[in-house]
């Protein structure tokens, strides 16, 4: 269950990870499922976006600190999804 309703993803990337699941990778915007548009305004098909509903925002921006993966997140997504700079995440992702 989501305590909140947390944005997925939209990419222009994407790639295949340890488990066979698809990630997103290149530029990654936050996406409500269910809107065309990414949530700093970039219509999806326009730009070439590929959708992961499957994958969160926040999932997302741990990806990008633990994958060599290129992944480049999108500042104004990011401010519109409500993060702040400086402030740490404080979910806990198990590491091997
Ligand atoms: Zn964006």
């Given amino acids: 269950m989501r305590r909140r309703t947390e944005p997925a993803v939209a990419a222009s990337g994407r790639w295949i990870d340890e488990d066979g699941v698809r990630a997103p990778g290149g530029s990654v915007h936050a996406w409500r499922p269910g809107t065309n548009q990414t949530l700093c305004g970039v219509p ?27 992944i480049v997140l999108c500042h104004r997504c990011a401010a519109a999804a409500g993060d702040r700079p400086g402030r740490r995440w404080t979910r806990v992702h198990p590491r091997p």
Avoid: M, N, S, Y
């Fill in 44 to 70: 999806l098909h326009k730009a070439g976006l590929q959708r992961f509903p499957h994958v969160l925002w926040i999932d997302a921006r741990w990806l990008a600190e633990t994958t060599e993966e290129r």
